[in-house]
């Protein structure tokens, strides 16, 4: 019996192209996509959302494959949104994609698939999914410079089971090609970089708006707590930066903290921002269930970094301990470090402390 897929469409090149090679490899395709935030109107009446739903049921209607719409507004609320806010209040800096991966890609809009009678989901990320033995793998995609593993490690194997990413075989340009060969207009569509909900990525002015809470401005300092001057809230800033500080002390000065308790932003010199060792939380790993012992792998404290040498080792509560071998610039409070072996994805967590 010929299997069902429903496949994740966003209106872009990479998960039309995926239906459409789903669709050559003999299964039945229907398009799917979620309509996770209200938008506003940025083009004469429509907003961000709908055109994404335009721009995904014209696919859908090229391609000749039904096409169905699913409202999870309030789960991306709960689940993305409202983290989000919370965690730059706290002084982080968070990952939203990743959330989205876990709560609503895989896990919301999974189910609302196999409501709808398929057999599998499947969505235009880069990267390969192999069984190996009992347990579901992910591998690196064969395009290095687009691979998306790093925002993949919170995927259970339940979930798994059901997912299809047929792009992670092929490269980027390859994609295009085949896009343009088929006469889909999205061959030379630009990749979205911004956060999907927050699409003039002005994340301070979108907090400001969607927040209950009052943005206060407060003291930078430096690491003995001496008054710098004055920031305009901590949302504005992450570990590391430079720019856009507004504060002029005679040489270059990056932030190195962010003390929410005290409403404080901390700054000094470019060597302070480097560490070497940091405890993450909410650890998933993909072979495997749980870290019995120390293990040496490499690991990314962000989707555009680079892997390094690393050793991890469990704590409690299911936590893992990472000491790299080399100082990394700018591990920061909220973001995922991600553990691989050579090309297969080991796993990840959101990044608790910094030592």
Request: some cysteine; glycine content about 8%; overall charge neutral.
């Amino acid at each position: 019996m010929t299997k069902k897929v429903a496949v994740g469409m966003s209106g872009g090149v990479d998960s039309s192209v995926t239906a459409y090679l789903l669709k050559k490899q003999g299964y039945d395709v229907i398009g799917i996509t979620m309509k996770v935030f209200p938008g506003n109107k940025c083009n004469g009446n429509k907003s961000e959302s709908e055109i994404i739903v335009e721009n995904a049921k014209k696919v859908c209607d090229d391609l000749g494959i039904p096409f169905y719409e699913v409202n999870l507004i309030e789960e991306f609320n709960q689940k993305v949104v409202a983290p989000f806010i919370d965690e730059y209040i706290e002084g982080r800096t968070p990952n939203p994609c990743v959330f989205c991966n876990k709560y609503i890609k895989f896990d919301a809009l999974l189910q609302k698939a196999l409501e709808l009678g398929a057999d599998y989901i499947a969505t235009g990320h880069y990267c390969r999914i192999e069984k190996g033995g009992d347990r579901y793998l992910i591998y690196k995609a064969e395009d290095d410079r687009k691979d998306q593993t790093y925002m993949l490690y919170n995927i259970k194997q339940h979930q798994l089971k059901y997912v299809l990413m047929p792009c992670g075989d092929y490269s980027k340009d390859r994609i295009r090609e085949i896009a343009k060969e088929i006469g889909l207009d999205v061959h030379n569509k630009k990749d979205s970089e911004e956060i999907c909900f927050i699409p003039d990525n002005d994340h301070g002015k979108y907090i400001i708006k969607n927040c209950p809470k009052k943005i206060m401005a407060g003291n930078f300092v430096d690491e003995n707590g001496r008054v710098l001057g004055k920031h305009k809230g901590i949302i504005y800033y992450t570990i590391g930066q430079r720019k856009g500080l507004g504060i002029a002390l005679g040489k270059p000065v990056f932030v190195t903290d962010i003390i929410p308790s005290k409403n404080q932003v901390v700054l000094g010199d470019e060597d302070k921002i480097f560490k070497n060792e940091l405890i993450a939380k909410d650890v998933n790993f993909i072979p495997f269930d749980k870290l019995e012992g120390s293990m040496r792998v490499t690991a990314k404290i962000r989707y555009s970094s680079q892997t390094s040498l690393a050793t991890i080792e469990p704590l409690e509560n299911g936590r893992v301990r990472v000491v790299f071998d080399e100082k990394q610039r700018a591990i920061t409070r909220g973001q995922s470090v991600v553990f691989y072996i050579e090309n297969l994805l080991l796993g990840g967590g959101i990044i608790e402390t910094v030592n």
